[in-house]
């Protein structure tokens, strides 16, 4: 099985055996090309081109383009230079009292928790963790800490360290009963699984730009539920969080009266300009056929794995699964085998004490054996 994208398309994909796209994305070749024109275009030309028209309307591509990934309409999404930037300007505009709780899990990818912890300090508000086993977190556990007493339920779409994939409806579901609300980080999802936002009854989804989009650290997108956009008060503000950027008055402040009230300041611009390229191209690929792509790639791994001996810790059937693929190896240190793979240009992560594989629409099956037969020399040695 080959690659779904060309190395016209990720011209990096032939410089080692790259499978680590949860932590990195190798990037979109014309996405590199479009931020670097954009940045030279500014070196050279300053405002000549870049203009306040043009600065105004920068990001109205990517919110069509991210609106469309997710199911969206363009004025639910907003941009920012990082989804730690975006989370922590709804938590603070959200700031649940200190009768309140917030609903997480203790093996959430830290940046998804951390601003919501920031401000259940402030606020004196209960953070309520699941506690996870083998960096698996039970759903229906987690949705039985949810009360009516729970403002915010935060969690990532698809957890880093197992793979694991949540079932974003019934979770929405529930914290709808109790008048609370869904923020997720999908920053291991976006543009590897197909996602519905407004179906799936999210309140609210973040993703960086530079894992499974395929697009460059410097900018993340964020959609809102209508329903929240004419109600909250950003927690970040800036120049551009006015509704005319260019009537620059500092006595007043008047929010659009969409999500882009989050869009608060001047950013590498071109990071967004190269994001839009990148989605662009995912969606020409169709979401779902890279679905079926990396898992297929996940389930040679997995069975290569498994003759290995390894112990598989990401989940297995279908509904929970990506193509994230997490091991360990019994008797041997998840670190030095990491590093060893690394050696050999094999690009894979160490996260706790398991391996991590991560394939994506640019890695076929002759990066998996590659993978596999590298691996097994290193458990022989």
């Known amino acids: 099985m080959k690659a779904l994208g060309s190395l016209n398309d990720f011209p990096a994909a032939d410089k080692s055996t790259y499978l680590n796209t949860a932590s990195v994305a190798l990037m979109y070749g014309d ?17 000549m081109n870049f203009d306040e028209k043009a600065e105004q309307e920068v990001f109205d591509d990517l919110h069509v383009i991210f609106a469309r990934l997710v199911g969206a309409q363009p004025e639910d999404i907003a941009v920012a230079s990082s ?83 949540y079932d974003l409806g019934r979770i929405a579901e529930s914290a709808h009963t109790h008048n609370a609300l869904l923020v997720v980080d999908a920053a291991q999802s976006a543009g590897a699984i197909p996602i519905d936002a407004p179906a799936s009854k999210v309140d609210a989804l973040v993703s960086g730009g530079y894992k499974w989009l395929c697009g460059p650290f410097g900018v993340a997108v964020m959609y809102l539920a209508p329903h929240l956009q004419m109600k909250l008060d950003p927690g970040l503000v800036g120049f551009r969080s006015h509704k005319d950027i260019w009537d620059l008055q500092a006595d007043r402040l008047k929010y659009p009266d969409d999500a882009s009230r989050f869009e608060f300041s001047t950013m590498a611009y071109g990071c967004a300009i190269g994001l839009t390229q990148s989605i662009r191209y995912l969606l020409r690929v169709g979401v779902e056929n890279i679905l079926a792509h990396n898992l297929k790639l996940a389930d040679l791994l997995i ?21 994230i693929v997490s091991a360990r190896f019994p008797g041997r240190d998840s670190y ?46």
Not at 303 to 323: C, H, V, W, Y
């Open 83 to 165: 989804a730690t930037e975006l989370l922590a300007s709804l938590a603070w505009a959200i700031a649940p009292g200190r009768r309140s709780n917030i609903v997480s899990t203790d093996i959430v990818f830290p940046s998804t928790l951390y601003p919501w912890a920031r401000v259940a300090r402030y606020t004196n508000c209960e953070v309520r963790l699941l506690k996870g086993e083998n960096s698996y977190a039970d759903q229906e556990e987690l949705i039985r800490l949810i009360d009516d007493d729970t403002a915010v339920v935060c969690i990532s779409h698809v957890e880093y360290g197992s793979g694991q994939r």
């Open 31 to 47: 996405a590199e090309k479009a931020i670097t024109n954009w940045q030279k275009d500014l070196a050279e030309f300053g405002t």
């Open 303 to 323: 069975q290569g794995l498994e003759e290995m001996k390894a112990e598989i810790i990401s989940p297995g059937n279908d509904e929970e699964r990506t193509s």
């Open 336 to 381: 030095e085998i990491a590093w060893d793979l690394g050696e050999a240009d094999i690009v894979v992560s160490q996260r706790r004490d398991f391996v991590r594989f991560s394939p994506h629409l640019y890695n076929g099956t002759d990066d998996i054996s590659r993978a596999l037969e590298k691996l097994g020399q290193i458990l022989a040695s």
